[in-house]
């Protein structure tokens, strides 16, 4: 099946400081989803991008469905200690079989320092 | 909108025996729920599309009769782990896609399994 390619594998940034990470595909995705999964608990839905190009924010979260459909990027701005965890992207692609069933990348482990 | 539960959040049992997970989407239907498996520091594996009145699919490599699936209704779907083996140790995780489309999905909060 399709990889998704995300990257980095792990981030220990200060409070404060802005965070990005993106996903790459070789092949083309028509949805991109981010994720944040916290010890123990299920993935929460952060963003989701239905159009190449499309931008959209959710608070200190900002993230861009690329104009080539073939990679995202998620950015935290302003850090504090709850946005601690694994953050994971996730993508459907057209000929990916049934609907709805969706490729992960392998997620970025997140730590911030007070 | 678009709650999805799981049942139970743990549960250690002895080899051998049988385990039964439930998934529940809340405030919607769902003709189609999925079901992963995580390890620890990984990323989501999926195991299984289920399908509501139908049979489930299994991804290449999933044994289908050690991981039964059933999806009954509209809102429930449950995963049986059978004959459970220390090896089947898990987070076990559902989803279902929300009402917003464009293949969202929204996860249970996930049910750990020790074998022992």
């Known amino acids: 099946g399709q990889q998704l390619n995300q990257s980095p594998q792990s981030m220990f940034i200060q409070e404060g400081e802005d965070v990005s990470m993106n996903c790459t595909s070789s092949?083309?995705?028509?949805?991109w989803l981010w994720y944040k999964q916290d010890p123990g608990e299920g993935p929460v839905l952060l963003i989701a991008?239905?159009?190449?190009?499309e931008l959209t924010s959710n608070g200190r979260l900002t993230a861009q469905f690329g104009i080539t459909r073939k990679d995202s990027f998620l950015n935290i701005s302003a850090s504090i200690p709850s946005d601690v965890g694994i953050y994971f992207c996730?993508?459907?692609?057209?000929?990916?079989?049934?609907?709805?069933?969706?490729?992960f990348g392998k997620g970025t482990l997140l730590t911030v320092n007070p | 909108g678009a709650v999805v539960s799981q049942h139970p959040s743990r549960v250690i049992c002895k080899s051998g025996t049988s385990v039964k997970i439930e998934c529940r989407s809340l405030d919607f239907q769902a003709t189609t729920m999925f079901w992963y498996r995580q390890f620890p520091k990984k990323s989501l594996m999926l195991m299984a599309t289920?399908?509501?009145?139908?049979?489930?699919?299994?991804e290449q490599g999933v044994e289908k009769d050690k991981f039964l699936i059933n999806h009954a209704s509209l809102t429930l779907s449950t995963l049986t782990v059978t004959s459970a083996h220390p090896e089947d140790s898990s987070f076990y995780i559902c989803s279902a896609p929300g009402l917003a489309g464009g293949n969202t999905q929204y996860f249970g909060p996930g049910t750990r399994l020790t074998v022992l």
């Open positions: 092949s083309i995705f028509n949805t």
């Open positions: 289920s399908n509501e009145g139908s049979k489930a699919t299994y």
């Open positions: 996730a993508g459907h692609y057209p000929s990916g079989g049934s609907n709805y069933k969706l490729t």
């Open positions: 991008l239905y159009k190449a190009g």
